[in-house]
């Protein structure tokens, strides 16, 4: 009788650590669910602001173009305003 009592002494005893195994290692794999969403959205938000300066990115280099482009429509027209003037003053007595 008192190997039974030992028997069920010593696994019950074991469930109780096969429990608490059970529960550290649940509470480890919760901790990492939690990092890896956490990451997850971390990503998420990396992503989108790596869209939002791209699309900055775009603008800004739209707005270059149009800015060379203006810049050379204005060179033209002050050079040929130099010219005119250059005639002018060549021509006048």
């Known amino acids: 009788m008192d190997e039974e009592m ?3 002494e010593f696994q019950f005893g074991s469930n109780v ?7 550290d290692t649940r509470a480890q794999v919760d901790e990492v669910v939690g990092i890896m969403r956490v990451n997850v959205e971390k990503v998420l938000e990396r992503d989108q602001g790596l869209s939002e300066l791209s699309e900055r990115a775009d603008n800004l280099e739209l707005g ?4 060379l482009r203006q810049a050379g429509r204005l060179k033209r027209k002050h050079w040929w305003s130099n010219v005119k003037m250059m005639l002018f003053c060549a021509l006048s007595p």
């Not at 270059?64 to 800015?67: G, N």
């Open 64 to 67: 270059a173009s149009q800015f």
């Open 17 to 23: 650590n096969a429990k608490k195994r059970l529960l």
């Open 6 to 8: 030992e028997m069920n």
